[in-house]
């Protein structure tokens, strides 16, 4: 095998209503999710700003790769696995994405 090198891409999709996660590889999308802030009870506080989009890149030798996504406390974390191992990690918290709970 040969070492690929894989960008996982978190950012905010359009109309501020969920997050994207995506694996990418050599331009092409391996992996995808979108979570719905409706979904865990959230909702975007804020008018005319935009979170940037968040990149991490890594380099692997792995047969086999998984987005996981996780909602832990009071924000979401994206993990991508090769081979069933946490090789590249991003979490991003409500406070820095500026979304809170409906009430």
Sequence with gaps: MSRTTYTLVVREGAGN???IGEVRA???IE???RLSYGDFGL???RDDWLPNERRTE???DVRTVRLQ???NGEGFSFRVLG???TIAEQRISDDEWRVAAVR
Excluded: L, N
């Design 83 to 85: 081979d069933g191992e």
């Design 26 to 28: 050599d331009g092409t």
């Design 43 to 45: 909702t975007a506080i």
């Design 69 to 71: 996504t996780e909602r």
């Design 58 to 60: 890594v380099e692997a």
């Design 31 to 33: 992996e995808s999710t």
């Design 17 to 19: 209503e969920g997050i």
